[in-house]
């Protein structure tokens, strides 16, 4: 990043350094220059025979490349020196000039030569040009320009023998797909083939002849041709004389090398005048020093004949002596003529020809009062004749080489924007043709010439590299298909004007349907392209877009379920802001690795959004649930120490744990300390408080705490909320009738009371701390409320919303093993199913599946089910066995004995024994026994449960153990849980069988 | 070449001033062994250490000590890694020594990749319960690249191996007998950062575990698989205390309280056991967490004199700067309304982003003689020359990477700074400019057009991680001016991202998505 910078500074300052020190450092006298021109012999001839009559004062925009082309003898006049402008270049007319260009004349000639002379004396051509003609004719045919027939037809003697519409005529006017096609065949332009956007982006491509489709593409790529302007390339139109010169002229970067001219560009920096009379005539030299712009001394020493002793002749008709003049061609501000129109500080274009001849020399402007900048045109404001540039880059000549371009290409960030006044009668062309200031598309880079801070000259300059068109990239603001356009947001954009959005610029899609588009570097449909995405965009000539190439710009954020609608979900982020985010069903959520349903989505869910955020709009992308919830794992009551404000922990003392609604003194004694987590919440009266303030005025205060699990098995305290030990606190056990969330109020099936919240309530559901509008109807709820003494209103301390077990426990049956297939079924002979206190016999066989997770209980444990099979010593056919099913899906057979009808025992753990835990809790092996307190036993003639003494049971390693439909280990019964027991006898004690956990 | 070499003095002047108390959890702290450590603490070389350990078929929890040495040699580090660990009950333990040879090599962008690879015959003797597992064999590969920012280092890295272990039996008290072998495939990733106000590394570690083992005359086989994820980071926490004492010379002051905390979470899919230890069909899935602290490290803070601040909405942060040692001109005469000039900027964001800790156990002995050499700089600014007063941080800014300087060989360092230009230093210090499109970045301020090009990328990247926030009406007024007060709120927001917003990211984040 900085790197780059520092080079583009340091590029901007040798292009300034490189300004200034063409004038302050004229060359001195001693420097050697690098090359030496002269002019040409006859330059004043030349001159008189291009000075055409009809161009001199037309105001043709071929004008240069007419001078040029004739200044170099590509293109003639009819030397009545007109040049016809508008006159229609004919069949013949093309080929020849087609291999004019080239430097072809003397292969033309021979061949003529060739065929003349295979002529009947009779049929000799008498005029040299017909002749020739013949020559590039024969030469056309010889390399594929034309057909063999087509020669015949040209060379037929008598033209009107030829059928119309099918046969050859010279004579015609050639198409323009002829002239491109020869014209590329000539100059070897590779074929373009396969890669047809940019002839496709004209509307009247299919008129084209197919086979000349990849020469007329090479004609486009190369910039040598153009579309007429309005969308069309007009293959079959014809084509001017004047539109023949600035084509070749568009070609001179490939011509003039063939013809082993060089084209240079300097500053005059320096002119000497020398006389000269020994010769009798007075012959002025004029020496030009020009800077050339690879910084070397160029010399061009022109001599004419002033003569001094006849006045009357001008240079144009005078007839110098030869030898004394060596002169050469100018064109400077729409005139032409010789050296003498050039003064110090032009800028100029001159070629040369191998012997150091200067053939042509175009002034292109002088540096005095004039810049050159290569710009993107952002806005244009007519009303104002103002125009919105990007400055790409300050050139020096109107010109743009390779190195320009390189250099704008890799030009990042940080270019300058500027409003330019432009002359009402500035000179405007896009590619080569003159156009209206309308015409001016944004994003299109153009030359403007800059004269006395007015643009003068507005020239489209194409940026293509090597032939890759041109490439634009930003952000996307809208994308839009259907109706053909994409809209880019730049980076620039400086907001003095809001009504003018200059940020912004659109692309049209010739047919949405045939772009290349990629996301991601993923191939993706044009309709994935979404307001916020990085893209890359190809342009065709026509400035639409054929291919895209983008990334998305999603950011993560993180945020807390508030709650969940249909179509949106309400979320807080980190920083406490909230929002509702939109959400459809095309959401991803992923939870634990698994994508799942909008719906798994609970309040108070840690989540991460993967979010499409544009200053428009925001849309959610994905949301990920975090695997680690932090649930609530307490609820505590204790009186509060003090904050130590080093460790941030929570001092405590007559701790109480919140258990099934009722506070139970927790196992620690005395003082105990819990750390506040990382996001705290410290609340009195509602009210948000700091660790100073209660330390100052909370102490010894009774204060409600809710704990999180955090890692390595600990808890930290999330929300603190101190209560009025004044008030009267009250344990409801109820059910949520309704919710008032606007008012912070709800109410209870059985309690008659509302109860109210506020910031300060600890609501918990789903083990996840949730805000008051997560509390619905039909929620069972244990809540601790406080009386207010004066008001007499209940306020929620703490809510806790739980799933309750569900009562109906899993189905079991019991039978006698008939069969099995080994890991894959079993079947019973009989089975009886267990209904409430009793087993329902069935007198059919019934077959369970066997599942990898169908675990297998024998009196030592779990086996493995590979060892559960129906043959040898071990063989399980004729075992009775329990089976928890899912279904048709055996979950869990347990060999535990057979227990009489109805023993049936029920109660409330007291303790579990027998198993050992390590230093943090964890059970290493787990209990074989536990004591029921509350106990009852089931009196299976009366049905009714008789009370009994405490019951303690033995659990053995094939007991089935159930809560909530699945089979858990003992050590995951907890203390105060009401256990339903099948048990060995109908005493007290005993073995137990199948645990139900009931609540 | 050059910007190393300043590196180098600066390293040195920043030694020198520095106070020597350093607690870092630098990179490779806790093994490449899946566990956590305490962290580094300067002057020791043993930590805390907790593992899993899965090769039983059952996830064991081994705590114990791990001592590390390391030893600096040109471009290469050698160290060595010795664990001695045992389960809570002490039916299980586990002895490990492995030495360890990185190569770092620099690249020309000023990047260091990092190779390591295992140095000589590694050992490890485990006891789980009956059975004793001894490595035979240990592939490892660790590869790691570092990215140098100006005020933060970020690296990310890829570990890779193998280890074989053979099976035997201590039930018979004589020597075991291999009767099978467990081969662990280990892949993982980690990813972290360095920096003057907390280190973070977070570590994502999948096993496969796969044992073969003769039971009589039959051959048991079975897999299982772990993922553990660890994150282990040194935080420094401030907090105001208020004297209690009314007649005492100053109201209160900061305190600074410096700790390590690792934590680690793993997650098991093994297969069940029978109770003659013959694997079943049955998986258990087990999901369970570690965690280690250090005991906070206190640091009292220097107590500035601000009160004609006194309920000036920056005074917090500017008694916080002041505090932090960060702004350190005259603080009585602190003028919140004044604004603040680029040289003044740059003096404070040197200190706010100060330079990235070295490594305490690799800093060579060399750079310090480098330190008597006396060497005639050239002033990089022509408007800055060694008489200016901000001379040496300005240097520093522009050489870090925080500021660029202005036009020619300028920086004028009484021009005055724009928010947007602000905000592109921090974005450029803490180098998340890729987190936002290089061009045409949108943020969603309503004066979105008004901030310039250039900062589009570093107000959108500044956004996205709190560092700004727009005013009430959501406006960023991007071109106003800096004053002081602003300033002193905006630095202080970037020390805080830096001590406590981007640790989450590789934390809290990392370990439950």
């Known amino acids: ?999 | 070449m050059k910007r190393s070499f300043y590196m180098i003095i600066f390293l040195i002047l920043t030694l020198i001033c520095i106070e020597p108390m350093k607690v870092m959890a630098t990179e490779g702290y806790s093994g490449y062994e899946g566990g956590i450590s305490s962290g580094e603490v300067a002057g020791k070389t043993t930590y805390e250490y907790q593992e899993v350990n899965f090769l039983s078929g059952q996830p064991v929890v081994l705590k114990g000590s791990l001592t590390i040495k390391k030893a600096l040699k040109g471009n290469a580090v050698s160290s060595t890694y010795t664990y001695d660990l045992a389960s809570i009950d002490k039916s299980s333990n586990l002895k490990r020594t492995l030495i360890y040879n990185t190569l770092i090599s620099k690249k020309d962008n000023g990047q260091s990749v990092e190779e390591t690879s295992l140095n000589s015959k590694p050992v490890e003797t485990i006891k789980i319960g009956n059975n004793n597992y001894t490595l035979t064999s240990y592939d490892f590969s660790r590869t790691n690249l570092t990215d140098m920012k100006p005020a933060v280092n970020y690296y990310a890295g890829n570990i890779s191996g193998r280890k074989i272990y053979s099976i035997g039996s201590s039930s018979s008290g004589s020597a075991s007998q291999s009767s099978g072998t467990i081969t662990l495939d280990i892949t993982g990733k980690f990813y972290g950062y360095d920096q003057y106000w907390g280190t973070t590394e977070v570590e994502e570690l999948n096993y496969i575990v796969q044992s073969e083992k003769k039971n009589g005359a039959k051959v048991e086989k079975w897999g299982g698989s772990a993922d553990v994820t660890y994150s282990t980071s040194t935080t420094k926490q401030i907090r105001y205390v208020e004297n209690k004492p009314n007649e005492i010379s100053f109201g209160g002051g900061y305190v600074q309280t410096q700790s390590n905390s690792s934590i680690l979470e793993y997650t098991s899919n093994l297969p069940a056991f029978d109770p003659s230890n013959a694997p079943s069909d049955n998986m258990v899935t087990s999901k369970d967490s570690l965690k280690i602290e250090t005991f906070p490290v206190q640091t009292r803070l220097k107590v500035p004199n601000i009160s004609q601040l006194k309920g000036h909405w920056a005074e917090n942060d500017v008694r916080m700067l002041y505090s932090l040692e960060v702004l350190t001109d005259n603080d009585s005469s602190f003028n919140p309304d004044q604004y603040m000039t680029r040289a003044e900027f740059a003096k404070a964001i040197i200190l706010a982003g100060k330079e990235v800790p070295q490594d305490s156990a690799l800093i060579s002995k060399t750079t310090t003689s480098a330190s008597t050499k006396k060497t005639q700089t050239v002033p990089t600014f022509n408007d800055v020359t060694q008489d200016n007063l901000y001379y040496n941080q300005i240097e520093s800014a522009f050489k870090r990477g925080f500021l660029n300087g202005k036009g020619e060989s300028n920086f004028n360092p009484n021009d005055y700074l724009t928010l947007a230009e602000a905000i592109t230093v921090f974005i450029r210090g803490l180098g998340l400019e890729d987190m936002a499109p290089e061009s045409g970045a949108v943020t969603t301020f309503k004066d979105n057009d008004s901030i310039p090009g250039y900062a589009k990328n570093a107000v959108s990247v500044a956004q996205q991680i709190g560092l700004v926030k727009g005013d009430d009406k959501g406006n960023l007024n991007p071109n106003a001016k800096l004053t002081n007060a602003k300033a002193a709120a905006l630095l202080n927001r970037f020390i805080v991202y830096m001590r406590d917003g981007i640790r989450k990211d590789y934390r809290d984040k990392y370990l439950g998505f």
């Not at chain 1, 001017?240 to 001179?252: L, P, S, V």
């Not at chain 1, 003194?665 to 919440?681: E, F, N, T, V």
């Open chain 1, 1 to 999: 990043m900085t790197h780059k910078k520092q080079k583009k500074v340091s590029l901007l300052l040798s292009i300034a350094l490189m300004l200034t020190g063409v004038f302050s450092s004229a060359a001195s006298e001693k420097e050697v220059p690098e090359a030496v021109y002269s002019g040409i012999d006859n330059a004043s001839v030349l001159l008189k025979n291009i000075d055409y009559t009809d161009v001199k004062n037309s105001d043709t925009w071929a004008k240069e490349a007419i001078y040029e082309t004739g200044a170099l003898g590509i293109m003639k006049g009819y030397g009545n020196r007109s040049f016809g402008l508008t006159q229609p270049v004919t069949k013949e007319q093309a080929i020849a000039a087609a291999y004019r260009i080239v430097g072809r004349e003397a292969d033309a000639q021979k061949a003529a030569e060739a065929l003349d002379n295979a002529r009947a004396a009779a049929n000799k051509k008498k005029n040299a040009i017909n002749m020739w003609s013949d020559g590039y004719l024969q030469l056309a045919a010889n390399e594929g320009l034309i057909t063999k027939q087509a020669l015949t037809d040209a060379l037929n003697a008598d033209q009107t023998t030829l059928i119309p519409g099918t046969s050859f005529y010279r004579s015609n006017r050639a198409q323009r797909q002829e002239i491109g096609d020869w014209m590329a065949k000539t100059l070897k332009l590779d074929p373009v083939y396969g890669q047809d956007n940019i002839f496709n982006s004209f509307n009247d491509w299919s008129m084209a002849d197919p086979i000349k489709i990849p020469y007329l593409e090479a004609m486009l790529k190369n910039n040598i041709m153009n579309g007429t302007g309005n969308g069309s390339f007009n293959p079959t139109g014809t084509v001017t004389r004047e539109q023949t010169a600035q084509i070749i002229k568009n070609a001179e970067n490939i011509i003039l090398p063939i013809l082993k001219y060089d084209k240079k560009m300097g500053t005059i920096e320096d002119i000497k005048k020398s006389v000269d009379s020994s010769m009798g005539d007075k012959i002025t030299t004029n020496t030009y020093n020009i800077r050339n712009s690879n910084g070397k001394l160029h010399k061009v020493d022109a001599q004419y004949l002033t003569d001094a002793f006849d006045n009357s002749k001008n240079e144009q008709v005078g007839t110098p002596v030869p030898g004394a003049e060596k002169d050469f061609i100018v064109y400077k501000d729409g005139k032409i003529g010789k050296n003498d129109l050039l003064s110090l500080g032009d800028r100029v274009e001159y070629i040369v020809a191998p012997d150091n001849t200067i053939r042509f020399m175009n002034v292109v402007s002088s540096v005095n009062d004039t810049k050159y900048v290569a710009a993107q045109v952002n806005s244009v404001d007519p009303s104002k004749l103002t125009m919105n540039v990007t400055t790409l880059l300050n050139l020096d000549y109107p010109n743009l080489d390779s190195t320009n371009k390189g250099n704008i290409a890799n030009s990042g960030s940080g270019l300058i924007d500027s409003t330019l006044r432009y002359s009402n009668n500035a000179k405007i062309r896009i590619d080569g043709k003159p156009a209206t200031i309308d015409q001016i598309k944004p994003d299109l880079t153009f030359i403007l010439t800059i004269k006395n801070n007015m643009v003068t000259d507005i020239n489209s300059a194409n940026l293509t590299l090597n032939g890759d068109t041109r490439i634009v990239r930003g952000v996307v603001e809208e994308n839009n298909p259907q109706l053909g356009y994409i809209t880019l947001y730049g980076e620039n954009g400086d907001g003095v004007d809001p009504s003018v959005l200059n940020a912004l610029r659109t692309f049209n899609y010739i047919n949405p349907n045939g772009i290349t588009v990629n996301k991601n570097h993923k191939k993706a449909d044009i309709e994935d392209i979404e307001p916020g995405d990085s893209v890359f965009m190809k342009l065709d000539a026509g400035m639409n877009v054929y291919d895209i190439s983008a990334a998305d710009n999603y950011t993560n954020k993180y945020a807390k379920v508030i709650s969940r609608k249909p179509s949106s979900i309400a979320v807080e982020f980190e920083d406490g802001t909230q929002q509702v985010l939109p959400v459809d069903d095309k959401v991803t959520v992923v939870s634990n690795n698994e994508v799942v349903g909008l719906d798994k989505l609970k309040d108070g869910d840690r989540i991460k959004l993967l979010l499409n955020q544009t200053n428009k709009n925001i849309s959610v992308k994905g949301i990920t649930v975090s695997d680690s919830q932090k649930p609530i794992k307490n609820i505590y009551k204790g009186k509060l120490v003090y904050i130590d404000d080093t460790s941030n922990d929570l001092v405590l003392q007559n701790v109480e744990k919140l258990d099934k609604g009722q506070w139970e003194r927790a196992d620690s004694i005395g003082i105990s300390k819990i750390r506040l987590g990382d996001d705290y919440k410290l609340y009195s009266d509602n009210k948000a408080v700091e660790i100073e303030g209660v330390n100052k005025n909370l102490k010894n205060q009774e204060a409600y705490i809710a704990s999180q699990s955090d890692y390595g098995g600990g808890e930290k305290a999330a929300v603190v909320t101190f209560r009025n030990k004044n008030n009267l606190e009250s344990m409801i056990d109820d059910t949520i009738s309704n919710n008032e969330a606007s008012a912070n109020k709800f109410g209870l099936t059985k309690n008659s009371n509302d109860f109210t919240y506020g910031p300060g309530t600890i609501i918990v559901k789903d083990d996840r701390l949730v805000l008051g509008n997560s509390i619905s109807s039909d929620d069972a709820a244990y809540i601790v409320a406080n009386r207010d003494n004066d008001s007499g209103d209940y306020l929620a301390g703490i809510v806790q919303l739980n799933e309750r077990i569900d009562p109906n426990a899993a189905t079991i049956y019991r039978g006698r093993i008939k069969a099995i297939d080994d890991n894959k079924s079993f079947e019973v002979e009989s089975f009886s199913q267990l209904k409430g206190q009793n087993w329902e016999y069935v007198n059919t066989p019934k077959t369970f599946k066997i599942t990898y997770d169908t675990k297998i209980l024998t009196d030592k444990g779990l086996i493995a089910q590979r060892d559960f099979t129906g043959y040898g010593d071990k063989s399980f056919i004729g075992s009775s066995v329990y089976i928890m099913a899912d279904n048709i899906n055996a979950v869990l057979v347990s060999t535990a004995p057979y227990g009489p009808d109805g023993a049936f025992a029920k109660g409330r753990v007291v303790e579990l024994s027998g198993g050992s835990a390590g230093d943090d809790g964890k059970y290493l092996t787990e209990p074989t026994g536990v004591m029921l307190r509350d106990a009852k036993i089931y009196d299976v003639t009366n049905h009714i449960w008789a009370d009994s003494k405490d019951i303690t049971l033995n659990l053995l390693k094939n007991s089935i153990i159930i809560k909530n439909k699945k089979e858990i280990n003992p050590s995951e019964i907890n203390k105060n849980d009401t256990l339903r027991i099948y048990k060995k006898g109908k005493t007290e004690t005993g073995d137990a069988y199948i645990v139900i956990v009931d609540a």
